[in-house]
């Protein structure tokens, strides 16, 4: 199975940039779709952000288009999520999920999970 870990999560103001850090372990992450969502509590989980296994598709959920974009560096078996132009409705918890398949924007179908990480914006 892939173990995978999220990084990179802090407080930043409103305007600020963080880059978040998806990281697998047991499987290379390159034969993977993988997706980014985010919580916020008493919330459902929402999605934010996808790269197809190879690289090549992405999509964003229209919050974030613009500001926010992801990439694969799978010489370090990580998928990163670059987040920037924050604002204060960004806050939330964030996780990587990946799947065998092409990624699609509904959580169900992600088979791995990470833990999470948490950003803060402030105003």
């Known amino acids: 199975q892939v173990h995978l870990v999220e990084s990179g999560g802090g407080l930043v103001q409103a305007g600020d940039s963080l880059r978040l850090s998806c990281t697998a372990s047991g499987r290379s992450l390159s034969t993977y779709a993988v997706a980014w969502f985010r919580q916020i509590p008493g919330k459902e989980r929402q999605f934010v952000a996808a790269?197809?296994?190879?690289?090549?598709?992405?999509d964003f959920t229209d919050s974030v288009k613009g500001r926010f974009a992801i990439a694969r560096d799978n010489a370090k078996n990580t998928v990163h999520l670059h987040m920037n132009s924050l604002k204060p409705e960004d806050t939330a918890d964030y996780y990587c999920?990946?799947?065998?398949?092409?990624?699609?924007?509904?959580?169900?179908?992600?088979?791995?999970w990470g833990q999470g990480t948490h950003v803060t914006v402030s105003s």
């Open positions: 999920a990946a799947t065998p398949g092409d990624y699609t924007i509904a959580p169900v179908w992600y088979k791995f």
């Open positions: 790269i197809s296994s190879s690289g090549g598709k992405t």
